[in-house]
C-alpha cells in the first residue's frame, strides 16, 4: 500500500557527519591572542568542578532573574546530571514529568500539561510532534545540546501568553561562555535489565560531543557545533483490563456498569489484556550556533538545531473476554461458561523530527536604548507507519473457552481458563484483519519579535521600559490512512497456526503467561504470498485535517527600581485567526468542510522584586495567560486508532474556548554562601479548562459493530489551583574536611486542584488532569578530588488521568511512584573521567487503577532497572 505523506522532512545526514569531523578542530590551537597571554601557574589553580560548579551556576542564574524562575545547569564536562533533558527538569521545584514507556517525556508545570506551557530552544518556538496536540516531548532534545534548562513559573508581558504553568526554555552552549576553545565528549554503554525477550536484543549506547571556540582579530566570532547518537533496546511487560475496566452483575448475573443501581457492588475485571513491548529506539542530533560581537553594543547570532528520534516497537497482546452473564459469583470469585480469546500484534514505527533556525540580533544603538529581534523557523513531522494483525476464536464455539475469575488481588485479577490448551492451541484463532495504517503530521511554523527597550540607570533609581511585538503564523497538517485486509474463513483458512510464535518466557507480574503469539515475521511473509486471496477496504479520511493558525501581539511594560524594591507592570495583547480544513461523512459521502475562528486576549500583569538583604530576596506576581486549545480538538474531525485490538475514536470540538488563567504567586529566597532556600505559594484561576471526556459506544470502525472508545474534548466550568513549593540547594563546605564534599538538593510540591466536569451522569468534581497533589525530589552528592557520587530520589504522587463519562466508579487514576538513581564518577586524569550510572534503582513501575476506592486494575507496567557504564573528556 503506498501512503501519501505530508512530511518535508529534513535530511541532515550529512550536515551530521560533517559536524562529528570538525569537532576536534574547534578545540585546536587557541588564537593568537590567547598564545601571547602571560602564562600563569599551572598547579595552585583551585578549580569547582562537577555537579557543585552547576548547582552554583543554577543558583546565581536564580538570583540574578527578576521573575520567579528555577534553572538546571550543565558541569564542567558540559553534561547535564541526567540523560534525558526531560529527566534533569525533575530536579526543579513544581516541576513533574508525565512518562512514557519508562522514560520521562512530558513537563508538567504547577499542575499544567506541557501542551499550555511554551517550550522554547534559546527562546525560539518548537514545533510539536504530538499527534494532535502542542507538545514538546523533551526526550527528543539531547542533553549534551544543553547548557541549563530555564524553567519560568511568572511570565512577564515579553513572554508568550501561552504558558499558563511557564515557560521551558532550553539554552545551547556559546563560545563566549567559556572563555577558551572547549571540546566535551562522552560515550556509555548501557544495560537494561529487560531486554531481548521477544525480538530484538541490539546494544544501548550513547555517544555526543560538543565543540567550541572564539577566533577573529578580536576573537569577536564564536561558533559552536555539538552532535548526538543514541541506542536503546528494552522490553515492557504489562497487564491492563479494558475501559470501562470493571463492571458489576445483576443478581441474574447480567453485565452492568460499575456503580449502576441494579448492580451487586462486587466489582470484576471487564477483560485481561497482558502485553509484551519491545521498543529499539535511535536518537541522533545536531546543532550549531556561529556569533558576531564585534563590540559591546552589537551582537547577532546564527543558529541551528536538528534532533531526530526512530522508535521501532513491537508490541504483542493476548486477551481473554468474558461472553455472556457470570455465574457462582463470590465478592473475589466467579465463573463464565463461555469466553473469548484475542491475540494481536502491533507494529507501530514512530519517527519524530524537529528543526529550528533561528537569526537574532541585539544593538545597543544610543545610550540607554537597545533594539533586538529575531526571525525563527521551526518545523516538526510526525511519522507513525503500523502494521498489525488480529486473531479471535470464534464466538460460536464460547463454551471451549470458558473460565473462572479471582479478584483476591485487585491490582492483579487473574482469568483462569478451564481448558488452558483451548486458550493457547493457535488452530483455535481465526484471523480477524491485517491492517496497514498511517498516521503523520507535520507542522511549520514562522514568526519575528522585535523588541525595543530603554534602561535608564540614575544611581539608585533605575528606569526600564520596554514594548515589541510578534508575528507567528502556523500551518498544521495530519493525515490518517487505513487499510484492513480480511480472508473469507470458508474458502480461505487462516488460523494463528500459520504464523504462530512462541511468547516470552517469564510471567508477567510472576502471575500472567503471554503465550502463544503472533510471529511478526512469519505474519508478513504469509501476507505477502497470499495477498491476492485477502479482501481490502480502505477507510476513508474522515481524520485529515489542516489547521492554520495567525497569532500577532504586542505589549509594553515598565520597571522602576528604588532602592531595595522593583516593581514592574504592563500588558500583553495577543489576537489569534483559525482556519480549519477537514473531512466530513454525510450520508455517506465525503465532503469538505472549512471551520473559520478567532479571538482575543489582554494579558496585564504586575511584578515586585524586594531585596531585603543582599542574600534574602522576596517576590510577589500576579498574571494573566491562556492556554490554546490543541490543533487536532479545533478542527473538528473524527479519527479513529487502536490501543492493541481496542479501537478509539477521537472527535473534535471547533467550539472549544481558549483557557484564560489569573495567577498569583509569592516567594522568599535566602542565599546562604554555596545554598539556596526557596519557599513560594502560588494560586490559580482558570476557566475554560479542557479535558477530554471519554464514553463507550457501540460502532462499526470497519471490522463490524464493536465497543468503542469515544473520546471528545470539552471546556470544563472552572478549575482553581493552588499549591506550595519548598527547594533547599546546599554545598556543605562549612563542615571539616572530608565532609566538606558533601552537597544536597531538594525540594518538595504540594498542590491542591479543583475541577468541575460536565458529564453525562453529572457534575463531577475531581482534581486536575495529570496533577500529582505532591512531588518530591532529593540528590546527596559528595565531591572530593577527583571523585564524586550521587544518590537521588524522586517521587510524583497519584493523580487523575481519564474521566468516564457515564461511569463515574470507571475514572482512572496513576498511583504514587518512587525511583531511585545514583552515579558515580572518577576523573583519572585532568581530561578524562569514567562514570557509571544506575536508573530505577528500586525497579518501580507505573500502577494505574479504577474502581470505587481507587483499588482495581487499569494498567500495570515494569521497566526494570538500568545500568550504564562510560568515559568523558573535556578539553
Known sequence: MTLPNPSRRPRPDVLMSASILVLAAFAGPASAADADAPEGPAVEEVVVTGQREAQRAAIAVKRDEFVVSDVVSADDIGKLPDHNTAAALRRIPGVSIMEDQGEPRFPTIRGLRSTYNRTTVDGAIVGSVDESGRTVPLDIVPSVMAGRLEVIKTVTPENDGNAIGGVVNVTTRSAFDAGRPFLNAMASYGHYERHGDVRNDKPAFRLAAAAGRTFGAEDEWGVVLGASFEQLDYDIPQVESQDPSVREYTAAGAPVSSGAPTGNGIQVPAFQRLFWYNNTKQRKGVNGKVEYRPTDDFRAEISGLYAKMEDDEERIENRIEPLGNVANQTPTSGAFARGRGVIQLNQ?????????????????????????????????????????????????????????????????????????????TP??????????????????SYQGRFNLAFDQDQGDNNLKAKVGGVARSTLRKFISRQTNYTVNQATFPYTLAAVAGQGPRELIADRYLLNPRIDADLAREFFNTNRARFNTTVAAPTGDYKVKEDVLAGYAQASYEFGPFTVLGG?????????????????????????????????????????????????????????????????????????????????????????????????????????????????????????????????????????????????????????????????????????????????????????????????????????????TNESVYYQRGPFEARVSHNYIGGFLETIVDAVPNSDQYWKGRHSFDASVSWRVRENFTIFAEGQNLSNTGRQEVTGPNQRNLQEWANYGRTYWIGLAASF
Open 571 to 775: 500588558v500583553r495583547y495577543e489576537h489569534t485567526d483559525i482556519r480549519a480544513n477537514v473531512n466530513r461523512v454525510a450520508g455517506g459521502v465525503l465532503t469538505p468542510v472549512t471551520n473559520d475562528g478567532g479571538y482575543s486576549n489582554w494579558m496585564p500583569s504586575a511584578h515586585l522584586q524586594w531585596k531585603l538583604r543582599d542574600d534574602l530576596i522576596v517576590r510577589a506576581a500576579w498574571t494573566n495567560t491562556i492556554g490554546r486549545p490543541d490543533f487536532g480538538q479545533l478542527a473538528g474531525a473524527e479519527n479513529v486508532t487502536f490501543d492493541g485490538a481496542q479501537a478509539i475514536l477521537s472527535r473534535g470540538n471547533p467550539d472549544l474556548k481558549p483557557r484564560e488563567s489569573e495567577g498569583f504567586d509569592l516567594s522568599v529566597e535566602f542565599y546562604p554562601p554555596d545554598g539556596l532556600i526557596s519557599l513560594a505559594v502560588f494560586h490559580k484561576d482558570i476557566k475554560n479548562e479542557i479535558f477530554t471526556l471519554t464514553s463507550t459506544e457501540l460502532l462499526n470502525v470497519g471490522r463490524g459493530v464493536e465497543s468503542v472508545q469515544v473520546r471528545t474534548a470539552r471546556n470544563v466550568e472552572s478549575v482553581k489551583l493552588k499549591g506550595l513549593e519548598f527547594g533547599v540547594q546546599q554545598a556543605f563546605t562549612f563542615l571539616p574536611a572530608p565532609f566538606d564534599g558533601f552537597g544536597f538538593n531538594g525540594n518538595v510540591t504540594l498542590v491542591d486542584s479543583d475541577a468541575t466536569y460536565i458529564t453525562s451522569a453529572g457534575r463531577r468534581k475531581r482534581g486536575l488532569f495529570q496533577q500529582p497533589e505532591i512531588t
Open 427 to 444: 488452530a483455535n484463532y481465526n484471523l480477524q484483519q491485517h491492517r496497514d495504517a498511517l498516521t503523520a503530521t507535520n507542522e511549520q
Open 348 to 424: 507501530p514505527i514512530t519517527t519524530r523530527e524537529v528543526d529550528i533556525g533561528r537569526a537574532s540580533f541585539t544593538w545597543a544603538f544610543a545610550p540607554a536604548w537597545t533594539a533586538d529581534g529575531d526571525l525563527i523557523v521551526s518545523e516538526a513531522a510526525l511519522d507513525v507507519p503500523n502494521h498489525s494483525v488480529e486473531f479471535r476464536t470464534v464466538d460460536a464455539q464460547g463454551a471451549n473457552y470458558a473460565f473462572n475469575y479471582d479478584t483476591t488481588n485487585p491490582l492483579f485479577p487473574v482469568f483462569r481458563p478451564i481448558n488452558d490448551t483451548a486458550f493457547r
